[in-house]
């Protein structure tokens, strides 16, 4: 990016980018920005600053709205990330419930991978992550506040040909044959997964399809005899239908927290400390 093209998104003259570039590196007493190519990109103390900035607009946006009272309305807005194991379950039963008691405010519930949804709660563009506990790397300015303990599952569709087996039979047989569905890499169960496969002796399969979509995993699963690896909140109402059906294997070491990840230095607001009352209530 160039300064001209900052100028403009900020709504400023270049000189007066310039300047106050320039004042703020004084402020810092490191370079903030290096020359690349015909423009300029952050240095690694910009990288380094960037986090803090962030937070402190979060903050900024976060009083302004309090001095506007948007809080006190009945439409104020929540903004969620829920990662795949909590959207077919918990979440929407507290917003029903929500609902039920009377409660008019905004909601919007964004879904996504882990690292995506922690990124944009840290610039204050959700209200609150529910999901699995992070790793510690990725948890710098955020606290957890633990719900309950959630497994993955390893399902099927009731007529695929490994119902047939088992458990001492299924290690052997498991992969191979049919089309596997696995979590990303970047998915904080998929570390989970590979050690308790490792565990069980049962080697990852050499090809695999990977995925976080519940719409696309239940479809092929049910169409293409396929084997899903998945958090069992993402299936249990499947489970529990019978629309598919658990592999008997030992899955209790995947077992972790699932909870609430919030800002450390943020308040939240009280349309959003009521969507997190009722998510307690729901896991209690």
């Not at 879904?111 to 790793?135: C, F, I, M, T, W």
């Not at 990725?138 to 047939?164: K, Q, S, Y």
Request: proline letters at 7%; a negative charge.
């Amino acid at each position: 990016m160039s300064v001209t093209q900052a100028a403009e998104r900020l709504g400023m003259t270049q000189p007066a980018v310039t300047r106050a570039l320039r004042e703020l590196e004084a402020v810092c007493e490191k370079p903030l920005v290096e020359k690349h190519g015909r423009g300029i990109r952050l240095s690694a103390y910009g990288e380094m600053f960037r986090d803090y900035a962030g937070r402190s607009l979060a903050l900024t946006r976060d009083g302004v709205e309090m001095l506007r009272g948007l809080d006190a309305a009945e439409g104020s807005k929540v903004t969620i990330g829920a990662l795949p194991t909590v959207s077919a379950t918990v979440v929407p039963e507290a917003l029903a419930s929500i609902w039920e008691q009377g409660g008019r405010n905004r909601f919007s519930v964004m879904s996504g991978d882990n690292q995506y949804l922690l990124d944009l709660l840290r610039r204050g563009e959700l209200d609150v992550v529910v999901g699995r506990l992070p790793a510690p790397e990725n948890m710098v300015g955020l606290d957890f506040d633990p719900l309950f303990r959630e497994r993955v599952t390893v399902v099927v569709a009731p007529d695929h040909p490994l119902t047939r087996l088992d458990a001492a039979q299924l290690p052997d047989a498991l992969f191979g044959k049919y089309p596997v569905l696995m979590p990303p890499p970047a998915s904080i169960i998929r570390s989970s997964v590979e050690r308790m496969f490792l565990e069980q002796g049962i080697p990852m399969p050499d090809a695999a399809i990977e995925t976080v979509s519940s719409t696309f995993g239940r479809q092929f699963t049910l169409a293409h005899q396929a084997i899903w690896v998945i958090s069992h909140g993402v299936v249990r109402s499947d489970l529990a239908s019978g629309v598919l059906v658990a592999l008997p294997l030992d899955t209790d070491s995947t077992r972790g927290p699932v909870g609430l990840c919030l800002r450390s230095e943020h308040s939240l607001s009280p349309a959003a400390a009521r969507f997190c009352a009722a998510l307690k209530n729901v896991c209690s």
